[in-house]
Antibody
Framework: EVQLVESGGGLVQPGRSLRLSCAMSGFTFNDNAMHWIRQAPGRGLEWVSG????????GYADSVRGRFTISRDDAKNSLYLQMNSLRSEDTALYYC???????????WGRGTLVTVSS | DVVMTQSPLSLPVTLGQPASISCKSS???????????LNWFHQRPGQSPRRLIY???NRDSGVPDRFSGSGSGTDFTLKISRVEAEDVGIYYCMQATHWPYTFGQGTKLEIK
């Protein structure tokens, strides 16, 4: 079965750090783009960050630029999000999303919940 | 950043009737490669979003043909020809032409 599985979420105090991971399985890995997209409780979807394949570019939403770092390990079929200086407004369900076919963002994980609170 | 504006935000529909959602972007979504990367997603309560339509009008595998997408440039529409009970949830448009990718606010479809 083709799937993405996120991990690393949890409760963290404001100003602290957290690292999210996304493991891919069930398909032949390719170097298409991968993304983190989040959804605050009861809110809409927000693209957080994306990274292209080998030698490709990466990008961030203004709300996280300078605090979050996206990376990928193709040998491990994994995607990561290092989140520093966390704020209460970063509280959300974080989805790992991958481009499989044309168009983008066609494969989604189930998400990992990050709660930033003292 | 490209601003995506959906309307309506709430859409009560009678079973078997059509439904239409508009999505407008603040700038053209035509990419330098000639494609227009406008996608539509459906999210049911407690579930991850599922992509329905990619590049304006292409249905994803398994998506019923009662769903259709159209539009160009900055103006796009998702149509459901005959709403079924399983279609309830929130619909989002998303542009993947310009980084950062951006989503519309979401349209909540409910059955009258």
């Amino acid at each position: 079965e083709v799937q993405l599985v996120e991990s690393g979420g949890g409760l963290v105090q404001p100003g602290r750090s957290l690292r999210l991971s996304c493991a891919m399985s069930g398909f032949t890995f390719n170097d298409n783009a991968m993304h983190w997209i989040r959804q605050a409780p009861g809110r809409g979807l927000e693209w957080v960050s994306g990274i292209y394949g080998t030698g490709g570019g990466l990008g961030y939403a203004d709300s996280v630029r300078g605090r979050f770092t996206i990376s990928r390990d193709d040998a491990k079929n994994s995607l990561y999000l290092q989140m520093n200086s966390l704020r209460s407004e970063d509280t959300a369900l974080y989805y790992c999303v991958k481009d499989i076919g044309p168009g983008g963002c066609d494969l989604w994980g189930r998400g990992t919940l990050v709660t930033v609170s003292s | 950043d490209v601003v995506m504006t959906q309307s309506p935000l709430s859409l009560p529909v009678t079973l078997g009737q059509p439904a239409s959602i508009s999505c407008k972007s603040s700038q053209s979504l035509v990419h330098g490669d000639g494609n227009t990367y406008l996608n539509w997603f459906h999210q049911r309560p407690g579930q991850s979003p599922r992509r329905l339509i990619y590049k304006v009008s292409n249905r994803d595998s398994g998506v019923p043909d009662r769903f259709s997408g159209s539009g160009s440039g900055t103006d796009f529409t998702l149509k459901i020809s005959r709403v079924e009970a399983e279609d309830v949830g929130i619909y989002y448009c998303m542009q993947a032409t310009h980084w950062p990718y951006t989503f519309g606010q979401g349209t909540k479809l409910e059955i009258k």
